[in-house]
């Protein structure tokens, strides 16, 4: 992405934290959406849930918690992982017959991205390519409630809707203020029926956010507290939550671990793992979490150079070696991959070994995604080479 932000930029001795969004935190918690919605002067509420959490039936219980309040709903449910550009056009279509005054994004990331996608473009009109980059709609948008079911994206605590051009493929990011959920409801009730393949899917994505946006050229002291609380909660219970997925304390902190890494990514934003990865899911269909977790190995590694003061803060707190935290951190992802019961190299996640002319191309889109341009060692078309060659045994 090359979209420039329209917000002013701070003084280098000034600290700017963004924290849009109001929590509920607790279990049970999703009894409350009908109340927090009358809060905010609601009487018709469009809710964007995908159709397995339909299925799961927890879009059932935020909806029975709404009718109750005596608010008026509707569901949108056609939409697959990784919502497109026409996807959320279809939504769009579908909620202005409805006129919502509220949308709740009740799901996991691909339903509370496509929820702000459609607050978008409701509220501004256009396409969603018009609200690349940050802060570009200049107006407010309606108010929306995140209610996430998985514990990863961290979409629920951040104002970026990441959505993928229905033509090809590519993923971009459309960040806004006036997007952000006004309240995000964390009930870790919701995340205990996620197949098991989905929390180790979002699980290592949320690992990603914390690490990448701990050392990103846009982290501030600020931020960084909450890398390192989402790394601390993340690193404590994903292996119990791996091992045990109805450990509803180690959900609770997973889930608030991804909430506080998605808070992270809004004042941070990420790196070269999740510019990598992009590409991959775009061309191979690789689930994010798969595609940023083996790569993110390589990228740490290729960052030590220059951030190993930041890595030797999270490598402490995992209680891995200090001394050379890169490899230490590195290694630590290689072997939760294998915990997760995920792929640990490309060639496994796609069955065979790209050519040497496809890694050329891979590489030219990473060292175009904007999330690349944050990264705190710049890469070159060359290194993401690199990065996928080494990536692919
Ligand atoms: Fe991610």
């Known amino acids: 992405m090359t979209q420039e932000s329209k917000e002013p930029a701070a003084q280098p001795s000034l600290l700017s934290f963004r924290a849009n969004t109001r929590l509920l935190i607790g279990e049970g918690s999703i009894s409350q959406l009908g109340a927090t919605a009358q809060e905010l002067n609601t009487r018709r509420a ?43 056009d279809a939504g769009t279509v579908f909620a202005e017959s409805f006129r919502p005054d509220i949308i709740i994004g009740l799901g996991g990331g691909s339903s509370m991205d496509c929820a702000k996608g459609i607050n978008f473009l409701l509220c501004c009109g256009g396409k969603m390519k018009d609200y690349r980059g940050r802060g570009t709609t200049g107006r407010p948008l309606l108010p929306s409630i995140g209610c996430p079911t998985t514990a990863g994206t961290g979409s629920e605590t951040q104002s970026f809707a990441l959505i993928s051009d229905a033509q090809t493929g590519e993923k971009f990011a459309c960040g806004d203020p006036n997007a952000a959920f006004r309240v995000a409801i964390l009930d870790p009730c919701l995340t205990v029926t996620q197949p098991a393949r989905v929390t180790a899917l979002t699980g290592i994505d949320a690992l990603s956010h914390a690490l990448e946006s701990h050392v990103s050229t846009e982290a501030t002291r600020v931020s960084q507290v909450f890398s390192r609380e989402a790394w601390k909660l993340l690193t404590q219970n994903l292996p119990k939550v791996f091992i045990e997925p109805t450990d509803i304390h180690a959900r609770a902190a997973v889930q608030l671990g991804a909430a506080w890494a998605g808070l992270a990514i809004e004042n941070a934003m990420l790196g070269a793992a999740h510019g990598a990865a992009n590409p991959l899911t775009a061309k191979y269909k690789i689930a994010h979490g798969q595609a940023v977790g083996l790569m993110l190995p390589h990228i740490i590694r290729f960052n030590g150079l220059v951030a190993r003061k930041q890595y030797a803060e999270l490598a402490a707190i995992a209680g891995l070696n200090t001394k050379t935290p890169d490899a230490a951190l590195a290694n630590w992802i290689h072997d939760i991959l294998g915990q997760a019961g995920l792929s640990r190299s490309l060639g496994d996640a796609i069955g065979t070994q790209p050519a040497m002319s496809e890694f050329e191309h891979l590489a030219k889109e990473a060292s175009a995604q904007w999330t690349s341009s944050f990264n705190p060692r710049p890469c070159l078309p060359a290194d993401f080479v690199d990065f996928y060659q080494r990536a692919s045994v």
Request: aromatic share 4%; net charge negative.
């Open 46 to 88: 469009l809710v964007v849930s995908d159709k397995g959490v339909l299925a799961a039936g927890h879009t059932c219980t935020g909806v029975a918690s709404l009718e109750a309040a005596g608010i008026e709903t509707t569901i949108f449910s056609q939409f697959t992982e990784n919502p497109t550009t026409s996807q959320v």
